[in-house]
């Protein structure tokens, strides 16, 4: 095991000289990042950059091929995403995973069940304290009035929201969002943004979200990673990253990119 991933200290989370290739595809390439505690880190980057492969190393979906991940002081480069998932590490997906036919309440009470041992899968409303976190979830996430209604029936964005509600149910300490605005109407982004921030905030979530819409971005990180080819080309405050030569070249297009 590593020390240096390891090493006690305020970190959250620690990736360490990670390389990821499918066959020629360079997807990682010595990506070093630490998070620490309360971040709100906006992961940005054209196509193919990588982003994506980092959140499913992060979260234990991939393996890297050299590298090491550390969270809250272990070593969680060889576990399985289930164990990551125990240790706090929840995420959203690019599209939601959730169960059509059961009404809004009914999807936070099996999410809360997937996590608590203690619990059933075929009986997870028999908790009361599981039925009062997930309604304060769904208050925060303002999905309160659509707990009774079944979940195909409703909006793309509304649906983004309670897949994120959902993914709270487990208390985790480190939340990872892949797009969490894509395919939702531009008008309906900001607004969206807005709920999901305050209710994080709330909850006093350290936060990796991947993004493509700079606005967006500006205006919810508090520190912006980009990547281009598995590599990253600037790390820092919103403004100073999205200035950078590399990222108005590689990523927002604003630069003839060589
Ligand atoms: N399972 C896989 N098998 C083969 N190649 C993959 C796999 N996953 C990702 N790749 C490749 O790795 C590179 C990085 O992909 P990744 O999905 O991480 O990009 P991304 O930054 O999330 O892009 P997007 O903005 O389109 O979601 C791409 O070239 C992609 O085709
Ligand atoms: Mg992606």
Redesign the pocket.
């Known amino acids: 095991m590593s020390a240096d991933i390891t090493e006690a200290g305020l970190a959250l989370l620690r990736v360490d000289r990670v390389n ?1 290739r ?2 020629a ?4 390439a010595d990506i070093t990042m630490v998070v620490q505690p309360g971040e709100r880190i906006s ?1 940005i ?12 190393m992060i979260t234990g979906y ?1 393996k890297p091929d050299t590298g090491r991940i550390g969270f809250d002081r272990r070593d969680i480069t060889p576990l399985a995403p289930r164990a990551i998932t125990r240790l706090g590490v929840a995420r959203s997906f ?1 599209i939601p995973q959730l169960y059509g036919d059961l009404t809004v309440l009914d999807n936070m009470l099996v999410a809360n069940a997937c996590h608590d041992q203690r619990l059933s899968f075929w009986h997870p409303a028999q908790r009361p304290e599981a039925i009062e976190r997930a309604e304060r979830l769904l208050e925060r996430f303002r999905l309160g009035e659509h707990r009774g209604r079944r979940v195909a029936e409703l909006p793309g964005g509304v649906r983004k929201l309670l897949d994120i509600a959902m993914a709270l149910t487990g208390a985790p300490k480190l939340l990872l969002l ?2 969490p605005t894509s395919g939702v109407a531009a008008q309906e982004k900001f607004p969206m943004m807005d709920t999901i921030m305050t209710a994080l905030g709330q909850e006093s979530m350290t936060v990796l979200f ?1 993004e ?1 819409d700079m606005e967006i971005v500006e205006r919810y990180a508090s520190r912006v990673v980009a ?1 281009y080819a ?1 590599r990253i080309v600037a790390d820092g405050a919103p403004r100073q990253a999205l200035a950078t030569d590399d990222v108005r070249r590689y990523v927002t297009g604003e630069l003839i990119a060589e």
Not at 45 to 55: D, E, F, I, M, R
């Open positions: 990821k499918f066959g595809v360079v997807a990682a992961l980057g054209s196509n193919g950059a990588g982003k994506t492969t980092l959140v499913n991939l690019q892949d797009e991947v493509h990547f598995g």
